[in-house]
């Protein structure tokens, strides 16, 4: 193991992948970077170099960073690494001095087969390939990324962290779906849960935070950006999540339905003559709060809403009314809850969101602090990294905005397969 590790962690689409470089030492980024538009006549390349804390420029955030940006084409993912490997030469951090002790790579899909991080093997990348039945749009980008990677870095371990994978301690019970068994069988449909890596982080955090050990702890996390999930977790085991066979169930989202009675599709097709995939397209692209209210962003429904707009109104309390669902929901499977956490985009940055959802728990011992509710916010105090509890004092149940790090738990996970 070179010394200092760090290691780098990939975030692989279709037409463009995230880097990040991350020393292990201090759990601190070096260098993150986004190349898009892979195919496309001008691709482009984004690079970020982070600036040690204590080197000058320290104290103004906009002197440590520097961002520097390429337009050329980039024909495929192989070239966008070396487009990568260009720009970590050119601006830094030099590869030489922070060379990666392995590489992490998110993949969304690992079926009922993956369950833990895994180091990427000839046969562990057939898998994934063929896991692309249940996640088409996802696992072939993240494999090209994988490939990519590979050739770039060919001397290192690569690891696969999966979505799924914090989810596969659901019981039976939880991820059966009461359809025909034989057909579920033939075809894989159950329940597998998605945003494992971030629910898994935060859940971790939370405990940490409060030096309770995690074994010991009831949590709901709701884990709120343009896609939403909400997860029980039970001494640090998923025992239930609102995403399902796709990250199509569960919570309202951006543009996403959310849970919906599957016959409203036999309806459309039968009536509209709609096809599967238009059916597809309508319920992942244009629904959840942009179909009630034409915008995916909560930023735009909120200034709608001060204005007036009785359809934001609506998209909010629809929202808002499945959130609440869900918590009761999971206050039940749980039998109680000692804490609950609110990450991302929205759960990190939208207070009222926050209260809405639990303003009716006070029976079940949930109290917001609404001050300190109000103060809590991505970038603003707590413990310096963004944690705040924002229950009160007096309050059974302990409720936290943790801010969620999805590319640090993959470089965790990746470091500890990479160590053996
Ligand atoms: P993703 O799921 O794409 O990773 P994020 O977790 O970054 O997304 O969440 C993005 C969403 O967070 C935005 O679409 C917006 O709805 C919401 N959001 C971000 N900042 C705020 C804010 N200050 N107030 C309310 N909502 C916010």
């Given at each position: 193991m070179t010394d200092p590790t760090s290691i780098l962690v990939v975030n692989s689409g279709s037409s463009s992948f995230k880097y990040q470089l991350i020393d292990m030492d201090a759990e601190r980024t070096l260098a993150s970077g986004l190349v898009e538009r892979i195919g496309d006549d001008e691709g482009r390349a984004k690079h970020t170099v982070h600036a040690e804390p204590g080197q000058p420029g320290e104290g103004s955030a906009a002197m440590l960073e520097a961002t520097y940006t390429r337009t050329l084409p980039i024909p495929d993912h192989t070239a966008g690494f070396r487009v990568m490997l260009e720009a970590f030469a050119e601006h830094g951090p030099a590869l030489d001095v922070h060379p990666p002790a392995a590489v992490g790579h998110r993949v969304v899909h690992g079926g009922a087969r993956f369950f833990e991080p895994t180091l990427i093997t000839p046969l562990v990348e057939i898998n994934i390939d063929e896991l692309s039945v249940l996640a088409p749009l996802h696992n072939p980008a993240n494999l090209a990324g994988i490939v990519a990677a590979r050739a770039a870095f060919p001397a290192v371990p690569h690891v696969a962290v999966f979505d799924t994978a914090f989810h596969q301690t659901l019981a039976p019970e939880a991820y059966?779906?009461?359809?025909d068994a034989k057909v579920a069988s033939t075809h894989r449909i159950r329940r597998y849960g998605f945003h494992g890596t971030s629910h898994k982080f935060v859940s971790e955090t939370a405990a940490a935070h409060l030096g309770r050990p995690l074994s010991e702890l009831k949590q709901i996390v709701f884990h709120l950006g343009n896609g939403a999930s909400v997860t029980a977790i039970d001494g640090g085991r998923s025992v239930e999540t609102s995403m399902g066979f796709t990250p199509l169930e569960g919570l309202v989202m951006g543009t996403r339905s959310g849970d919906l009675d599957p016959a409203v599709l036999f309806h459309l097709a039968r009536r509209e003559g709609m096809s599967i995939d238009d059916l597809d397209d309508l319920l992942n692209k244009r629904s959840g709060l942009l179909g009630l209210a034409g915008s995916n962003d909560l930023r735009d429904i909120r200034t709608a809403i001060e204005q007036g707009d009785a359809s934001a109104v609506l998209a909010y309390e629809v929202y808002v009314h499945r959130l609440r669902h869900y918590a009761g929901a999971y206050l039940a499977q749980l039998g109680g809850a000692d804490v609950i956490v609110f990450t991302a985009g929205v759960g990190e940055n939208a207070p009222f969101v926050r209260a809405h959802t639990l303003d009716t728990l006070g029976f079940a011992g949930v109290e917001i602090d609404p001050e300190r509710n109000r103060r809590a916010g991505r970038d603003g105090g707590g413990d310096g990294r963004g944690i705040h509890v924002i229950s009160t004092d007096a309050s059974r149940v302990t409720v936290l905005v943790v801010p969620t790090d999805e590319e640090l738990e993959i470089a965790r996970q990746t470091l500890a397969v990479a160590q053996g």
């Open positions: 059966t779906y009461a359809i």
